[in-house]
């Protein structure tokens, strides 16, 4: 069994990764750590996890985590950083579900993030794990850095576009929709039921910390720079994730359905939908999957892709399941069959 620790078990992605590790059958959950809720059981909490999960919260402790064979981090950005060299030199693997280790550039960190990297070193040789393109070097990596789930919804609908050179790179569009889960479970009057209920809002437009992200995983991928504009909006749903994608057709593109069927079609967590589909955010709630469908409306002129995510599962605590399945030598799917929730 593999000796698992989760730093930061109390938020709403903490909690999904709780859900998913109490049922895979590879892992044994030793240190779920909460400063605020030491001492306490995990399931008095949530609720959920009675009869699934006798554990727990203890304050975070570098040695006792030592003895784990992976943790993971579902902690504020700027937190993991500071505890994961200490975890690497004592060989411990490390999955980071906040961005302390996505932007590999730490000068754009910085800018972004509004303070200086405090393990540069660790930085350099971090995987950025998205299966979908890096499976090879996660499966060797020591640390791999969770993306962001508007990052993974967006770089999987522009990936085979890209990648197959059919579109104007210099010219994307991403019109995101996130459920209120994605601004975490801290109190904020923006994420009140009176406040966000009914209504629907953009926000962050002159620039959303996802940005450079999704960006740094495109221009990877296209071998140059990307042009591209990127607007959240907060719906008034739990979870999930709906991007609507936009890109200028170039003179060669053909086959779309046949393009997406084909680069996804070994990927055991992202469906294309037939020609002419629509999907919804309900159809992927609580399960490890991204849906998605792809068009060429009215004179063919922009090529649109819709692409959705439970911003909970494959946009955070499903993935980085999925990476350490990869990590650990196990079947990627394993923990993860889990099927969306349906109404």
């Known amino acids: ?10 938020g709403y992605t903490g909690v999904e990764l709780l859900r998913l590790l109490a049922r895979h059958p590879r892992v044994a959950l030793e240190v779920v750590t ?23 919260f203890s304050a975070p402790d570098v040695d006792r985590l030592s003895a784990c064979d992976l943790v993971f981090f579902a902690t504020p950005n700027g937190t993991a950083m500071q505890m994961v060299p200490a975890l690497v030199e004592a060989g411990v693997k490390v999955i980071d579900l906040a961005a302390d280790f996505r ?25 950025y794990g998205l299966p979908e393109v890096n499976r090879d070097a996660i499966r060797q990596a020591r640390v791999v850095a969770n993306p962001g789930c508007y990052p993974t919804a967006v770089q999987l609908g522009f990936l085979p576009l890209i990648e197959a050179g059919w579109i104007d790179s210099g010219r994307l569009i ?13 109190a904020s009057v923006g994420t009140l039921l009176a406040e966000a209920s009914e209504s629907l809002k953009a926000y962050a437009v002159p620039g959303h910390r996802h940005l450079p992200e999704i ?13 591209l504009t990127f607007v959240p909006h907060l719906t008034p749903m739990i979870r999930g994730i709906h991007a609507t994608l936009y ?8 086959d779309l359905q046949a393009l997406f069927e084909g680069r996804y079609a070994d990927e055991p967590f992202v469906d294309v939908l037939p020609a002419g589909s629509h999907p919804e955010t309900r159809s ?21 892709v819709l692409s959705v995510i439970d911003n909970l599962v494959k946009g955070a605590a499903g993935q980085a399941v999925q990476n350490m399945n ?4 196990f079947g990627e799917t394993e923990g993860l069959d889990g099927i969306a929730l349906l109404p």
């Open 174 to 186: 991403a019109d995101c929709k996130s459920g209120v889960s994605g601004a975490g479970r801290g």
């Open 103 to 127: 932007l590999a550039d730490p000068a754009l960190w910085e800018q972004w993030y509004g303070m200086p990297h405090a393990c540069t070193e660790i930085l350099a040789e971090a995987v």
């Open 247 to 254: 890109a200028p057709a170039g003179g060669d593109a053909g």
């Open 215 to 227: 960006r740094q995983g495109l221009e990877r991928v296209a071998g140059g720079a990307v042009g």
């Open 34 to 56: 909460s400063r605020a809720e030491a001492g306490k059981p995990v399931a008095e909490l949530f609720p959920n996890l009675r009869g699934a999960l006798d554990i727990c």
């Open 1 to 10: 069994m593999l000796k698992v620790g989760v730093v930061g078990g109390t």
């Open 326 to 329: 990869l990590m650990s030598g």
């Open 284 to 304: 992927v709630r609580g399960a490890n999957h991204c849906r998605i469908a792809v068009h060429r409306p009215q004179d063919g002129a922009q090529i649109v």
